[in-house]
Each structure stands twice: as structure tokens, then as C-alpha cells.
């Protein structure tokens, strides 16, 4: 077996990038770390991966893989020197790919994509003209993604561009950050704290009150500005895991200090069903959310013990009736594919119980397992996550829902994605800016970013401190980068009024 985390990474030359390389040796060995080296000795051994480039009259491509013991195997290309740097490196890549897959018997479904973002690359090319088959071809030729997952991505694509037709160019969105919840999920890797902990519990109430200050101050950049609020959207974390009060104190200030009259969505990612209550659904609906979550991730009791979750399937079944009878007319579902102990035909089980319910969407992700995670630690991994995914893709389209954003993380078990569904007319505009980088989101709270979409392309992205207690004591050190922020905005309108 190989030891993924001793094993070498050599890269030599100029176009040999340890990004590129890393992401894709990552597509078969998901949880590793490298070890990297510029020495090519360093190319011996029981395992490593070699990948180099030399310039002479022509430039010679190698890439060269040993696991485990087993025959080494080379592959060489040459290249003309007028080639661009990032096609150089791509075949690079290429080669390290056909071995991996060879000596793995992995095929990555999503190919040599790796850090592109699949929807906005096809509408990138239907935008530039190409027909389905053009684009297809791109897909299949230059990254080698499977036909199942172009034609998911195309699909997701076609379905956005219509919901897109009216962007405001003037319009922003709002994101804020609710760090707390129930418990600690073990697959989680954000910086949630634990209400189940006496000190998360005492740092709510300053939190708060630091929240409502940095959406004063976004409140002023916004109408500096001349800016309209397109979606609020309060994520998490579990938002419903603070209080009644404070989830008011909280609206309330997004109320007074934001022109809220463009406003087209305001979500409330609800999350966890044990932390729901009558009373938090009903100050969230009085202050006119329009779309909440309901997270049940699964629907098998013994999945939602492995993985820490103190509720149970009927907890979500009660959380969802409850959200109806507050009134909320556009709910949305998420699902986990790949979680521990999950079985093919529970995930489907899983599927069906919330096919009953009639959400309005329903989002299905793929389990991914990223360092910081309880669950990376112990090395477990998912289940058949392939199956499931590929089941709810052709289960959700028959039961009239259609994808209409996705995108693909690092880590992910099996290299799969993650898709949004809804139904006709209830897609979350806020979920397709933020994916497709369309729009630029101001981001409040903890471990809560703001990413700067310029006209012509260009992302900025500001990043506030992760935990907590770091962004109510940091608080004002935070606040100054708010003149950054302000300094991009300028920046934008100018460029947009040209
Ligand atoms: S509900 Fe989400 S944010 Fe909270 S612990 Fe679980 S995975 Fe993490």
C-alpha cells in the first residue's frame, strides 16, 4: 500500500507547476499530503511521481510514477517552444493522469478538470457560440470529463442562463455568517463552534453585537456606493443555533441599516433540525425570508450517529412540517452522498422520504473530507458515493427538478460533485453567485468572505478572521481592511460606468 504522505513529488523545470501536479495526483490519492522535491534523485524509491520539462530545440515533457514496489512507468512528449505556458503544463498533467489511472484503475469522472469551475466554462463557450457538440468535444478532448458529467454540467448551464438574463450589474449580495451549532458534525472542516460547549455559548452574545457593527459599516459601503442588495442570504454554521432574540436582534439590524426594497431573496439557511423551534421560524418569516433550509443530509438514524448529529429522520420530517405551517413556500433539502456507514439503497431510501415531501429543492453533495475534519483524522472513508450521486442525478430530473448550479470541490470522495436542484421558478439566485462568481458578495461574521466581482472578470476576495473569539477581539484590526473593500467597490462602479 502506498504511503501516499511520504511520497515524493518531483518536479523539475520550468513548467513542472506543483499546483497543477498536486491537484491531479489529489484525484487518486484524496487525503494525501506530498512531499516535494526539485531533486530528481529524490525519483527513486518504492513510490514517487516524477514530472519534468526541459527546454532544447523542442520542449521534452516526462512524467515517470512508482507505487508501491511496482515497474516504474515513463511517459514522454515533446512540444514546440511557441506553446503557452498553460498548455504545457495541462499536457503535463495529462501524462501523470494516463499513468495514475493505469497503474490506479481510477478514471477521475471529472477528468483533468481540476480548479475550473464546470458551469461557467460552458456557458463561457454557448456564450461564444459553440453548439452542444463543440462543447462537448471541449470537455472530452482538453479534460477528458466523462459524457454523464458534461451532460450534467450543460444541462446546469442552460438552466442558468435564463435566470441570469436580468442580472443587475449594480447589485450585491449580502452573506452572514452564523458560527455556531448543535454539535460538531465529524466530516465537518468549518469553523463551527459547538453550542453543546459552555464557552461557544457565553462568546453568542458579543458575537452579535460585532455582527451588527461590520453590517453597520457594510451597510455605509453599500450606499456609498449607490449599491441595490440583490439576496441576504444567513449561512452557517446552523443559524438556527442561536437564539429567538438574537436571530431578531440580528434581522432587525439587516432591516434598518439596508435599503431592502430590490431585495429579490432572503435566505436563511435554517440547517439542523435539532435546533429548530416555532418561535425562530416565525421571527425569521416576520422579517421576510423568502427561502430556508431544512438539512437533513440523511434520513438514516445510524448515518446521523456515525457522523454526530444528536437529531434524528423524524426531527427532520417534524423540522420540515413545522417550517410549512410557519408558512415558508420555498424550502430547500440538502443531502449528503458518501457519508459513513451509508449504503447505496439507504442513500435512495433517503431520496424517496424527501421526494414525498415536495421541497423546492434540493441540493445533493458529495461527501468531502478535508484535513480539519474529525472524520479525516480517523481515516474513514464514503461509501458508494458514485451510485448515489448518478441515482439522484436521473431521479431528481424524472421527478420534475432541475440542476441549476453545481460545482466541484478538492477532497471529495471519488472526485464527484456537488448539484442544487429546484423545481421550476425557485432556484436560489444567491447560490448561483456565489458558484458561477457572477456577483460580488460581501461577506459578514466569522470566517465569512467578501469576493469582489470586477466587469471585466477580475476576483478579489477578502477574507474575515475564521474563528470567533479572533473576530470579536481582532474586531477593529478586521474593520480596516473594510477600506480595501470600499476602495474595490470604487474601482468597480468606475469601471462599469466607462
Ligand atoms: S451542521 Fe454543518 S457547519 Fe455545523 S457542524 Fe455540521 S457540517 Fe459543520
Redesign the pocket.
Known amino acids: 500500500m502506498v504511503d501516499k504522505n511520504k511520497m515524493p513529488i518531483v518536479l523539475v523545470g520550468n513548467y513542472s507547476s506543483k499546483y497543477e501536479i498536486e491537484s491531479i495526483c489529489k484525484l487518486f490519492f484524496n487525503t494525501a499530503r506530498f512531499r516535494f522535491s526539485s531533486d530528481v534523485n529524490d525519483a527513486q524509491g518504492e513510490s514517487y511521481i516524477l514530472a519534468s520539462t526541459a527546454v532544447e530545440s523542442e520542449i521534452l515533457l516526462t512524467a515517470e510514477i512508482r507505487l508501491d514496489g511496482d515497474t516504474p512507468e515513463r511517459q514522454i512528449k515533446t512540444m514546440s517552444v511557441k506553446t503557452k505556458k498553460d498548455d504545457i503544463e495541462l499536457e503535463l498533467c495529462r501524462l501523470v493522469y494516463h499513468i495514475l489511472c493505469r497503474k490506479t484503475g481510477i478514471r477521475p469522472p471529472w477528468g483533468l478538470m481540476t480548479g475550473i469551475r464546470p458551469v461557467k466554462k460552458v456557458k463561457d463557450l454557448v456564450c461564444r457560440g459553440l453548439d452542444r457538440e463543440s462543447v462537448g468535444n471541449y470537455f472530452r478532448d482538453k479534460y477528458e470529463v466523462s459524457e454523464e458529467k458534461f451532460s450534467i454540467a450543460y444541462r446546469t448551464a442552460l438552466n442558468q442562463i435564463p435566470i441570469l438574463e436580468n442580472l443587475d450589474g449594480n447589485s450585491v449580495s449580502l452573506y452572514i455568517s452564523i458560527?455556531?451549532?448543535?454539535?460538531?458534525?465529524s466530516?465537518?472542516?468549518?469553523v463551527?463552534h459547538?453550542v453543546t460547549m459552555k464557552s461557544a455559548v457565553k462568546l453568542i452574545p458579543e458575537y452579535v453585537s460585532a455582527l451588527c457593527r461590520e453590517l453597520e459599516i457594510t451597510g455605509e459601503l453599500v450606499s456609498e456606493n449607490g449599491l441595490k442588495v440583490e439576496t441576504v442570504y444567513f449561512g452557517?454554521?446552523?443559524p438556527v443555533?442561536i437564539s429567538a432574540e438574537q436571530i431578531k436582534i440580528l434581522m432587525e439590524c439587516v432591516e434598518k441599516i439596508f435599503d431592502l426594497t430590490n431585495l429579490k431573496e432572503y435566505d436563511f439557511e435554517a440547517?439542523?433540525p435539532d435546533a429548530f423551534t416555532e418561535e425562530k421560524l416565525r421571527v425569521v418569516k416576520n422579517f421576510g425570508v423568502t427561502r430556508i433550509s431544512v438539512?437533513p443530509?440523511t434520513l438514516n438514524n445510524e448515518v446521523l450517529k456515525t457522523?454526530?448529529?444528536h437529531h434524528t429522520a423524524e426531527d427532520t420530517l417534524k423540522a420540515f412540517e413545522l417550517a410549512r405551517k410557519v408558512g415558508f413556500k420555498n424550502i430547500n433539502m440538502d443531502l449528503i452522498a458518501g457519508l459513513p456507514n451509508d449504503t447505496a439503497e439507504s442513500f435512495g431510501s433517503t431520496l424517496e422520504k424527501i421526494l414525498t415531501l415536495s421541497p423546492e429543492s434540493i441540493t445533493v453533495h458529495t461527501l468531502t473530507l478535508k484535513r480539519s475534519s474529525e472524520l479525516f483524522q480517523t481515516g474513514s472513508t464514503g461509501n458508494p458515493a458514485s451510485e448515489m450521486v448518478g441515482y439522484s442525478i436521473g431521479r431528481l430530473i424524472d421527478s420534475g427538478y432541475e440542476p441549476y448550479y453545481m460545482y466541484c470541490q478538492k477532497n471529495t470522495v471519488e472526485n464527484l460533485e456537488n448539484i442544487g436542484y429546484a423545481k421550476k421558478g425557485c432556484e436560489s439566485l444567491y447560490n448561483i453567485f456565489i458558484m458561477d462568481e457572477i456577483q460580488t458578495i460581501i461577506g459578514a461574521g466569522c470566517g465569512a468572505s467578501t469576493k469582489m466581482v470586477f466587469p471585466d472578470g477580475m476576483i478579489r476576495r477578502f477574507h474575515n478572521h475564521k474563528y470567533p473569539y479572533e473576530y470579536i477581539t481582532r474586531f477593529d484590526e478586521l474593520m480596516q481592511r473594510k477600506e480595501e473593500i470600499s476602495e474595490c467597490l470604487k474601482k468597480i462602479n468606475s469601471m462599469r460606468l466607462k
Open positions: 458560527p455556531f451549532c448543535p454539535s460538531r458534525c466530516y465537518c472542516s468549518f463551527s459547538s452557517g454554521g446552523t443555533a440547517g439542523r438539512n443530509q457522523i454526530g448529529r
